[in-house]
């Protein structure tokens, strides 16, 4: 059967993946979970915005995620490749969609007059609890790819797993605008825990995932530090990894679309709903386009060129006060957000040793936790000092700025191919 899966990996058949029904049982349980993710995130940013009117507090809600994630990444690493993928998975949802029903708890008693500040709290502590969860699911889902398709297809299914991703990113995130407009805080809440329940319903499907081996010896703080040595001394990863790290924490203008839906572009939840999946609708685009007709060669060097035109991308935005053109700024970034995703994960999924796997899917969860959501903090705070305009211009130059340096600097990744 393995030769069989082998074969049909070696005539560059686009599908091959997808044949697999243990792969498209994963693939639908995380299409609805993270669907169901990009949803609340969404609502979370409109819902702080219309309570508080300040885009600090947005950026804090990237703070009061990443925190826990990032401390406890390292460690999750570790619990992962000791445990049953599966089983780790199912309690991680399990989690997500007990926070979200306390989220919706919390728009009820809102829309019943209780205080602003009691539900801003509660906002920021669900938030808090799903930085913990989160720091086990990430590295699961990503852990687990490798034990559900044969080696030979791992690229495949790497390029499906991000297009996966991202079509349900873009799905909730416009949904969420179309929900918000219709139904509310609640109503959206309420749909995002169906769609969490159904999406663990598909990931139960799935057969027992147990560890790949197990050292019985080892010290937690020794396996700990096997997964950072690995990424440290496998240069091609680190260098990709500390590309997409700074280049998204300085040129992420995602935090701040409900500011420039609101107060720029005087858009409505729609509009916003739209701006807030732009991004993702290119990044899906270019996806489905690399899983139909795979880069062969200069992977290295199209990723700098990808970053940087995604730093200039976010300028433009950032300048822009019509609504199409920001629309198609985020659209371009998207697509070279989307460029960048497929090869960092190629690379992750063809050089880590499956025993590893759980400990570097974790650091690389470091690596995106910091990217994305202090890059969220970043952009709340910059906003709050220099400008809402001013500061997503310094982000997107800094962006340009990081892939100059890293060009110069890391000349194994500039000529890296796979």
Known sequence: MTEIKNSIQEQGDPMASIRLPEFRRLMMGRFLFIMALRMMGTLVGWWLYELTNDPLAMGLVGLAEAVPAISMALYSGHIIDLSDKRKLLIKGVLGYLSCAIVLLILSYSYQHGSLKLVTVAGIYTVIFFTGLIRSFTGPSFSAILAQVVP??????????????WLTASVSGHATAGFLIAGFQTTGTLAVVCTFIGIGLLFISRLSPKPPVSIAVNQRTWDSVLDGIRFVVHTKEVLGALTLDLFAVLF???VAMVPVFAKDILKV????????????????ICVVLLLALFPMRKEQGRKLFFAV???GVCIIVFAVSKIFWLSFVA??????????SMVVRGTILQLKTPDKMRGRVMSVNSMFINSSNEIGQ?????AAKLMGLVPSVVFGGCMTLLVVFSTWVKSPSLRKMEY
Not at 151 to 164: E, M, V
Not at 268 to 283: M, R
Not at 330 to 339: A, E, F, Q, T, W
């Open 377 to 381: 903090f970043e952009s709340g705070v």
């Open 268 to 283: 409505g939840p729609i509009g916003f709903g739209w701006l807030n999946a732009a991004a993702d609708i290119g990044a």
């Open 151 to 164: 080696r030979a297809l791992l690229a495949n299914a790497t390029t499906w797993n991000q297009g996966t």
């Open 251 to 253: 040129g992420g203008a």
């Open 330 to 339: 985020l659209l371009l970034s998207g697509i070279l957000d989307g460029v």
């Open 308 to 310: 940087g035109g995604f």
